[in-house]
């Protein structure tokens, strides 16, 4: 039976404990200008003006999520026209979403029958949308259909049969082959991210279906290149070129020099000015991707050890007695360099320590600052880099949050600039639906509507509204909706109380809303009796025909009953 395929992705998930001044907290360590540039090296890439927007085929997704609160970013997507949030993963290459009838497993693989813990999007397919071995015969077998089956870094692991339909992200389409999750493990869900989108090659894994990257890239409607920045409340994914708009300073390149991950070359690492001074294997391990599924920077071992080293012995003597009784391990060998534990400072006191510096095969030095390299969370700061025993480096979201990363892959090729203003901006207004007024348990007659425009006034494409209720009580067709190629977003309501209703839609990642004003009423006694009385004589109207109906049958066959006998007497 083929086993799961080798995805890179340690995710944070957290179990914070109480912590004082100077104590440790416990946590479990598991686990984004229009037209062409001709560049100095004489490669072309694209460049598009701030906005989220279909131009030139170059669009933009945003991203949601934060590294420090949901340890991932995540979009939105459409399947068949139905809404998922999937993560947005450069280190794995499967869609792969929750499909109706999911259940979760242990990790021992037993199944616990509990529903897999998502949000209202499971997907409903049909034997027809079932993808045979014949016709994709590299996949995985099973019974003549193809099964995706795949297990990540932090030991989750998703298993369903592989099925098709059309994809949509930011308003561009393809016919994607993907995984529809029957079973997965129970630390694989997490908090509001419905399912995995690998936008890594196809090759790194061909068994298990379709890069959606790859197929809007192939069917030439995006250029094969695409940027992200992640931001502290969400990030900018954007699909078949770079926008400068988010760079604060120029590109620098670093090849890509194996088109299964993005693998890259490192050549140095180095704490403020000093040098790690370990070889290149020692550096790289088996590989170094650049990986926006894993939520930390994580060194190979023999890096990570003397990166530890190195702020031991030249930087830890100078801090001040806190620090640095903090940076030599306790006698339960912890420090606060410890992957998993997180520690009750200030902000002041994490800025003491040193820049760290990446140096990449064929670019320029890449810096990045103590508030990156410390994860704030609850109060305390987490080491948000950890060592890994023979997964390689992995320049997780910890390190790409300091830049706007440029995956080139047109070029082969991944750039890197210093990042700013990485954030979605829109504003929404209600296009349809205030003021309506209906009976408890009956829909109102006009759905709810809004449009989501971008600063320069243009629709905002698969942006996220949610709707709920701040007064009253009522159910929503959709809690949640993508906005269509006109920046339109709707969903139905039907009161559940009397009174006023207030329904407020929101733009998902922001503060941006609106609200409607809504009445619902119960149904007048009288009316009530009414169509009850209505009702039973309905019923009894029906009753009686069917009881004539069936005389009248009855009748009829004794009638040729007796006509035959008269008949048979005769003769």
Known sequence: ??????????????????????????????????????????????????????????????LYGSINTTFEFYTGIEIGGQLFTVQVDTGSCTLAVPAVGCTQYTMSGHNTGVTCPHTDAFLDFNSADEISCTTYPSCYCQSSECVVELGYGDGSFLVGPMVQNTVSVAGISAQVYFGAITAESQ??????????????????????????????????????????????TGGIWT????????????????????????????????????????????????HSIVDSGTTLLVLNEPAFDAMVNTFQNVYCPNFPTKLRSLCIPNSQGQSV?????????????????????????????????????FLAISGGYCFGIAGSDGLGTILGDVFMQAFNVFFDRANKRIGFAPVQNCE????????????????????????????????????????????????GSASFHNERAATDSSGLAQTTVT??????????????????????????????VGAIVGITIGAVAFVAIVVVVIVIIRRRRHHHRQHARYTSLAVQEEH
């Open 424 to 471: 979605g901006t829109a504003t929404i207004s209600a296009t349809g639906g205030d003021k309506q007024s209906a009976n408890v348990g009956s829909a109102y007659s006009e759905a709810l509507s809004v449009k989501v425009l971008f600063e320069d006034g243009s629709p905002a494409v698969g942006i996220i509204v949610e709707f709920n209720t701040s007064s």
């Open 1 to 62: 039976m083929t086993r799961f395929s080798t995805i890179v992705s340690i995710l944070l998930l957290l179990n914070v404990l109480s912590y004082s001044s100077a104590k440790m907290i416990e946590m479990n360590l598991m686990r984004k200008n229009k037209g062409h540039h001709v560049t100095s090296d004489g490669l072309t890439q694209r460049h598009i003006p701030l906005g989220f927007e279909q131009r030139d085929q170059v669009v933009e997704a945003w």
């Open 239 to 286: 699909l078949g070129g770079v926008n400068d708009a988010y760079s604060a300073g120029p590109m620098t390149y670093t090849p890509i020099v194996e088109e299964s991950y993005y693998v890259i070359q490192l050549t140095d690492f180095k704490v403020g000015d000093t040098s790690i001074a370990v070889s290149s294997s020692a550096l790289n391990g088996n």
């Open 187 to 232: 630390d694989f869900a997490r908090f509001d991210v419905d399912g995995i989108m690998g936008i890594a090659y196809t090759g790194l894994y061909p068994q298990a279906g379709d890069s959606v990257f790859d197929k809007l890239v192939s069917s030439g409607q995006i250029e094969d290149s695409f940027a992200m920045c992640l931001g502290p």
């Open 495 to 524: 009161p559940k109380s009397g009174g006023s209703i207030q329904v407020v839609a929101t733009v998902k990642g922001t503060s941006q809303f609106v609200t409607f004003d809504l009445t619902a009423k119960y149904l007048p």
């Open 337 to 373: 360099f410890t992957p998993g534990l997180c520690w009750a400072l200030s902000y002041s006191d994490i800025m003491q320590f040193p820049n760290l510096t990446v140096q990449l095969s064929g670019a320029q030095p890449l810096s990045i600052g103590p508030e990156q390299y």
